[in-house]
């Protein structure tokens, strides 16, 4: 079923039609006796009026509405034009249909007396014509009345379904991950529980929604301040130390990979599309860039790559944080996984109303068949243990959620500069419904 | 330098404590923002590493309330909060530096010297990196052997640039900067004074970020 207020319009007017077309026939049987009473009675008062004339010819002999023979002594000594024998001469007294002249008469046969015969006879077409005017005359206000019916019945199923209709909308009014209960200005008894478990369902979503999000939040900025503890005893053990020590240096860059991922779990649950909406605004790209090649910084120089930034005057509808993710993970990236000494351009562009943001790297880049699998959240790339690089597997899937909170399209190149280019397109839209 | 470290978590603030006194620095650490409000009070303290979450008083509190009490006390925010709001309602509340958790040792014992050398308490002004040094009191420039005689604008520029050594200025920073100290600022003044101290300098010791600012590499610091 599609629509209830269209089945219920539907079945509704159907039967009142079938009903009004039920009275109808019933109508026209009833109508049909009432005038065969009727006029056969007038057959009958007509005969008699000639029975008292003594076959004296009445005013209207040639009246198309009835027709009559009288028979003395079984000679026809007066008629209204009908000369043919009657084969209902024949038959006894009474009435009875036949045909004659051309048509189909209802014919009254009282033999007076045993020399008198009178036959009187109406045309059966007027019986119909009176039937039907009978019939049309009390059914007609009925059919009038179907539009009106309908229209009746279809306004009122509209008004009993709206509340329905209320909830349907509100429901798919709602944006995002909007869990919030919903309220009708009035709520039918019926609804009523569907209203009440909607609701149940929709707070209990909330709450499983926001303890995930919470959970992760939580439990990243629970490991931060132990984290620094043991970043700080272990560069106060490294200063302790005479000789170098190799497990210590790994301890400490377990370390620090710890603290990256702690960070990137974080920022995932920071971008999430939620708070996107609600702090979006219009955002300097280069501003934003120029912070985040900033802050990266001390990595790059560690490397001793060569970082530059081009573009000018570039904005873009979007939050700052979600733009510095953005841009922190894409050349972070394009840092850790280059080789000491490698270029890195970044490119940012405003082209056909599109926000295009390049960033070009001079490492081994990636192969062609694994770069599908690169956006693969938690996929890490092989080539990692060869450049000791700290990266988490998430640093792509945070791009991946950033770019499709502005339904923008990643994707992955060779750079002119020889190694990879990832390159991000973000439609300029005014707003992100 | 006598820093008064207020952390409550104990781990962080032992080890926090060994490190800064590793690095020659007297450390008194309390653990609430109560015993910090009293501690201020106390003259010989020259700076206060603050963590934002605290049991008691929540730490932007208790850095207005040293605001109030100590009008410049060097205040460096430690925190787990990482969001930017917190870090702007920070340095605006008067803090001179913010370090969200977990930080780098080193990135906080630098800060550490610019902050001593503005206030005059290292145990020397002196900035060296590579054959470069410059006093950041006197401003004498040193390179090599050579005393360097510069304009004052360009002292200043290279003093910031120096301080801040491995870190990026953007040209908009070092534009305020040179605002700060009262000169005139066309749009291409950075260009032409870095064009300057390039020439007095040697080869490379001033890096050009192109699209994003100027840096001196950090190598050979003190």
Known sequence: ?433 | MRILLVEDDKPLSDALSRSLREANHAVDCVFRGKDALNAVLDEQTDLIILDLGLPDIDGLDVLKSVRRKRKSMPVIILTARDKTTDKILGLDAGADDYLPKPFDIEELLARLRVIERRQGTAATSIIAINTVSLDTQTLDLRVGETTVTLPRRELMLLKALMENAGRIQSKQKLESRLYEWGEEVASNTIEVHIHHLRKKLPENFIKTIRGVGYSIPQSGTQ
């Open chain 1, 1 to 433: 079923m599609q629509s209830i207020r269209r089945f219920l319009t539907l079945i509704l007017v159907s039967a009142l039609i079938l009903i009004i077309f039920n009275a109808a026939i019933h109508g026209y049987r009833s109508a049909t006796a009432v005038s065969a009473d009727l006029m056969d009675n007038e057959l009958k008062s007509v005969l008699y009026a000639l029975t008292l004339s003594e076959g004296e010819p009445p005013n209207n002999p040639s009246s198309s509405q009835l027709a009559f023979q009288i028979w003395r002594n079984n000679r026809l000594i007066s008629h209204s034009g009908i000369t043919e024998d009657l084969p209902s001469l024949a038959s006894n007294d009474g009435f009875f249909d036949q045909n004659f002249g051309g048509q189909r008469w209802r014919v009254y046969k009282q033999t007076v007396s045993k020399e008198l015969t009178i036959i009187v006879a109406q045309p059966l077409k007027n019986r119909v014509l009176l039937t039907e005017s009978l019939t049309v005359a009390a059914i007609m206000p009925f059919i009038y009345a179907v539009p009106l019916l309908a229209l009746v019945i279809f306004l009122v199923v509209t008004r009993g379904l709206s509340p329905l209709k209320m909830l349907s909308t509100k429901l798919a009014a709602r944006k995002g991950k909007d869990l919030s209960p919903v309220g009708l200005t009035s709520t039918p008894t019926e609804l009523q529980p569907v209203m009440d478990t909607l609701n149940t369902m929709f707070n209990r979503l909330n709450d499983a929604f926001e303890r995930e999000q919470q959970f992760a939040s939580n439990a990243a900025h629970e490991l931060r301040t132990p984290l620094s503890v043991m970043k700080i005893n272990l560069h106060n053990l490294a200063k302790g130390m005479t000789e170098e020590c190799e497990a210590l240096e790994g301890i400490q860059k377990d370390t620090d990979r710890m603290i990256h991922v702690v960070n990137q779990i974080l920022l995932l649950s920071r971008t999430s599309p939620e708070l996107f909406k609600m702090q979006l605004g219009n955002v300097d790209v280069i501003a934003v860039a120029q912070k985040v090649i900033t802050d990266l910084y001390t990595k790059i120089e560690d490397k001793q790559q060569e970082i530059s930034l081009e573009g000018d005057n570039v904005f873009l509808m979007s939050t700052e944080f979600t733009l510095y993710t953005l841009l922190q993970n894409l050349i972070a990236n394009a840092s850790a996984y280059s080789p000491v000494a490698a270029v890195i351009q970044v490119t940012i562009t405003q082209l056909h109303g599109n926000t295009v943001i390049h960033v070009d790297d001079s490492g081994p880049g990636i192969a062609l068949e694994e770069r599908d699998n690169v956006l693969k959240r938690f996929y890490r790339d092989q080539q990692e243990d060869r450049y000791k690089s700290t990266g988490s597997g998430l640093g792509l899937a945070i791009v991946g959620q950033v770019v499709t909170m502005h339904k923008g399209t990643i994707s992955l190149d060779t750079a002119t500069i020889g190694g990879l280019r990832v390159q991000v397109t973000l439609p300029n839209l005014d707003k992100y419904e």
